[in-house]
Protein backbone atom coordinates (compact mmCIF):
# COMPACT_ATOMS: atom_id res chain seq x y z
CA UNK A 1 0.00 0.00 0.00
CA UNK A 2 0.99 3.77 -0.80
CA UNK A 3 -0.79 6.81 0.89
CA UNK A 4 -0.09 9.88 -1.19
CA UNK A 5 -1.27 13.47 0.58
CA UNK A 6 -1.00 16.31 -1.91
CA UNK A 7 -0.18 19.85 -0.65
CA UNK A 8 0.27 23.55 -1.56
CA UNK A 9 -2.97 23.99 -3.50
CA UNK A 10 -4.86 27.51 -3.29
CA UNK A 11 -5.93 30.68 -5.12
CA UNK A 12 -3.63 32.32 -7.46
CA UNK A 13 -4.02 35.23 -9.65
CA UNK A 14 -3.61 33.96 -13.75
CA UNK A 15 0.35 34.72 -14.67
CA UNK A 16 1.23 33.52 -11.24
CA UNK A 17 3.10 30.53 -10.15
CA UNK A 18 2.42 27.65 -7.38
CA UNK A 19 4.03 24.58 -6.53
CA UNK A 20 1.71 21.32 -4.99
CA UNK A 21 3.71 18.67 -3.33
CA UNK A 22 2.47 15.28 -3.10
CA UNK A 23 4.05 13.08 -0.19
CA UNK A 24 4.25 9.06 -0.34
CA UNK A 25 4.30 6.75 2.80
CA UNK A 26 4.00 3.03 2.46
CA UNK A 27 6.02 0.92 0.22
CA UNK A 28 9.19 1.93 -1.49
CA UNK A 29 8.54 5.30 -3.27
CA UNK A 30 11.41 4.52 -6.05
CA UNK A 31 9.30 1.69 -7.14
CA UNK A 32 6.59 3.68 -8.59
CA UNK A 33 6.44 6.13 -11.61
CA UNK A 34 4.14 9.08 -10.39
CA UNK A 35 1.79 11.58 -12.24
CA UNK A 36 -0.58 14.08 -11.70
CA UNK A 37 -4.03 14.46 -13.03
CA UNK A 38 -6.43 17.40 -12.60
CA UNK A 39 -10.41 17.61 -12.57
CA UNK A 40 -12.28 20.72 -13.18
CA UNK A 41 -16.06 21.30 -12.15
CA UNK A 42 -18.19 19.18 -14.40
CA UNK A 43 -14.99 17.52 -16.42
CA UNK A 44 -13.64 14.61 -16.39
CA UNK A 45 -10.09 14.22 -15.03
CA UNK A 46 -7.56 14.58 -17.48
CA UNK A 47 -3.88 13.84 -17.27
CA UNK A 48 -1.32 16.24 -16.46
CA UNK A 49 2.28 15.02 -16.08
CA UNK A 50 3.88 11.92 -15.71
CA UNK A 51 7.77 11.44 -14.31
CA UNK A 52 9.57 7.56 -14.21
CA UNK A 53 10.57 5.92 -11.10
CA UNK A 54 14.04 7.54 -11.56
CA UNK A 55 13.28 11.01 -12.79
CA UNK A 56 14.54 10.78 -15.70
CA UNK A 57 12.07 11.05 -18.03
CA UNK A 58 8.66 13.17 -17.95
CA UNK A 59 5.61 13.82 -20.18
CA UNK A 60 3.14 16.45 -19.83
CA UNK A 61 -0.25 16.97 -21.65
CA UNK A 62 0.13 19.37 -24.28
CA UNK A 63 -1.84 22.03 -22.49
CA UNK A 64 0.31 22.39 -19.79
CA UNK A 65 3.86 21.75 -21.71
CA UNK A 66 6.30 24.66 -21.21
CA UNK A 67 4.60 26.13 -18.04
CA UNK A 68 4.62 23.16 -15.99
CA UNK A 69 7.30 20.86 -14.37
CA UNK A 70 6.98 17.56 -12.56
CA UNK A 71 9.85 16.86 -10.60
CA UNK A 72 10.34 13.99 -7.95
CA UNK A 73 12.67 13.87 -4.76
CA UNK A 74 13.01 10.00 -4.19
CA UNK A 75 14.75 10.77 -0.97
CA UNK A 76 11.97 13.04 0.73
CA UNK A 77 9.24 10.32 -0.96
CA UNK A 78 8.14 13.81 -2.73
CA UNK A 79 6.81 14.51 -6.43
CA UNK A 80 6.37 18.57 -7.47
CA UNK A 81 4.52 20.06 -9.89
CA UNK A 82 5.85 23.34 -10.64
CA UNK A 83 3.37 25.46 -12.15
CA UNK A 84 3.98 28.54 -13.88
CA UNK A 85 2.25 31.27 -16.10
CA UNK A 86 -1.16 29.71 -14.54
CA UNK A 87 -4.27 30.68 -16.51
CA UNK A 88 -8.03 30.16 -15.09
CA UNK A 89 -8.27 27.45 -17.14
CA UNK A 90 -5.73 25.68 -15.40
CA UNK A 91 -8.33 25.89 -12.08
CA UNK A 92 -9.12 22.03 -10.67
CA UNK A 93 -8.26 19.49 -8.21
CA UNK A 94 -5.12 18.12 -9.16
CA UNK A 95 -4.63 14.65 -7.84
CA UNK A 96 -0.87 12.96 -7.38
CA UNK A 97 -1.08 9.11 -8.33
CA UNK A 98 1.76 6.52 -8.07
CA UNK A 99 1.79 3.15 -10.07
CA UNK A 100 4.29 0.20 -10.51
CA UNK A 101 3.47 -0.49 -14.17
CA UNK A 102 1.80 1.59 -17.09
CA UNK A 103 -1.57 1.90 -14.88
CA UNK A 104 -1.54 4.10 -11.67
CA UNK A 105 -2.68 1.76 -8.49
CA UNK A 106 -2.92 4.42 -5.55
CA UNK A 107 -4.63 7.65 -5.44
CA UNK A 108 -4.15 11.18 -3.10
CA UNK A 109 -7.45 13.32 -2.40
CA UNK A 110 -6.84 16.15 -4.05
CA UNK A 111 -5.66 19.74 -3.62
CA UNK A 112 -7.77 22.79 -5.00
CA UNK A 113 -5.82 24.96 -7.22
CA UNK A 114 -8.00 27.80 -8.54
CA UNK A 115 -6.70 30.93 -11.16
CA UNK A 116 -8.57 34.00 -10.94
CA UNK A 117 -8.97 36.15 -13.97
Known amino acids: QVQLAESGGGLVQAGGSLRISCAASGRTFSLYAMGWFRQAPGKEREFVAR????????NYANSVKGRFTISRDNAKNTVYLQMNSLKPEDTAVYYC??????????WGQGTQVTVSS
Open 51 to 58: ITRSGGST
Open 97 to 106: AAGATLSYDY
